[in-house]
């Protein structure tokens, strides 16, 4: 058996699916490691992961089909797909009755409107570098010097959230050691946080005729404190898989496993 693998290289983390190439199952193997500065490095190190899961050996993967910011750097890529379209591929595999997604990564959050097929109608993105996605949670998490893993369960403990009105990241930073300053508590500042950055997330969306049912992919997805002050806000549950977070990889698999058969099928009526 052969396969096919779909790579997002991002800003903060790197995902990699594999998926089987003549047949329509789902992941066999995930791999997810950090970025940093070597980009086709990171994505041979979540490949390697992706194939350890699925103990399938390196030579058996014959299609690569890469995006995320740095799908240009992926060099054994087979082809390279922009964001939207691989999100939006991905997240209608894994909630099928899709019509509105929020992905929000490190650096972007994009909301899109979608088709039954998954194909794209509308897209925003976010314009106000990282203050509507997860570095705005990392720098505010940093500042207090809490391990990211409990900023969720952490906010969700909170009386009295105190707003971080601050749209930059840095800037944030400030004000968070100001209301440390005042008194204020860390779960507070923590879903002030959330609260800040759902303000945000919910115009975003609304900018794509926002309507049920309605996702959430990205690596926020894994943070019960945002998915709970966004369903408050937007009046609405929130959609999510366990694998919400690789949905930027399994569309690029998924699309690249198109592509490889309609190149085969070129080939064999030629």
Not at 19 to 26: I, K, M, S, T
Not at 91 to 97: C, G, Q, R, T
Not at 111 to 116: F, N, S, T, V
Request: proline content about 3%; charged content about 25%.
């Amino acid at each position: 058996m052969n396969f096919v693998a779909g790579i997002d290289v991002g800003s903060r983390m790197t995902k990699a699916v594999l998926l089987a190439a003549e047949e329509d199952g789902g992941i066999l193997g995930r791999g997810k490691v950090y970025t940093h500065f070597d980009l086709n490095g990171a994505a041979e190190r979540a490949l390697e992961a992706a194939l350890a899961e699925a103990d399938v050996a390196r030579d058996r993967v014959d299609y690569i089909a890469a995006t995320g910011y740095g799908r240009y750097q992926v060099g054994a890529r087979d082809i390279q797909i922009t964001e939207i379209t691989c999100h939006a591929r991905g997240a209608v595999e894994l909630i099928p009755d899709l019509v509105t997604l929020l992905d929000v990564g490190a650096q972007n959050a994009r909301a899109i409107r979608l088709l039954p097929n998954g194909r794209v109608v509308s897209f925003r993105m976010n314009d106000k570098c990282a203050s509507g996605a997860g570095r705005f949670i990392e720098r505010v998490a940093g500042a207090l010097e809490v391990d990211l893993g409990q900023v969720g369960p952490l906010a969700m403990t909170a009386t009295e959230p105190c707003p971080i009105s601050s749209i930059c990241a840095v800037l944030a930073e400030s004000e968070v050691i100001n209301h440390v300053t005042n008194g204020e508590t860390i779960p507070d500042i923590l879903q002030g946080t959330h609260e800040s950055i759902v303000d945000r997330l919910a115009s975003l969306v609304r900018q794509v005729n926002l309507e049920p049912p309605f996702g959430l992919t990205g690596g926020v997805a894994n943070n019960r404190a945002l998915v709970h002050a966004l369903e408050q806000r937007l009046e609405m549950p929130v959609r999510l898989h366990r694998d919400s977070e690789y949905a930027g990889a399994l569309g690029a698999a998924l699309l690249g496993r198109r592509r490889r058969r309609q190149l085969r099928t070129a080939s064999a009526v030629a």
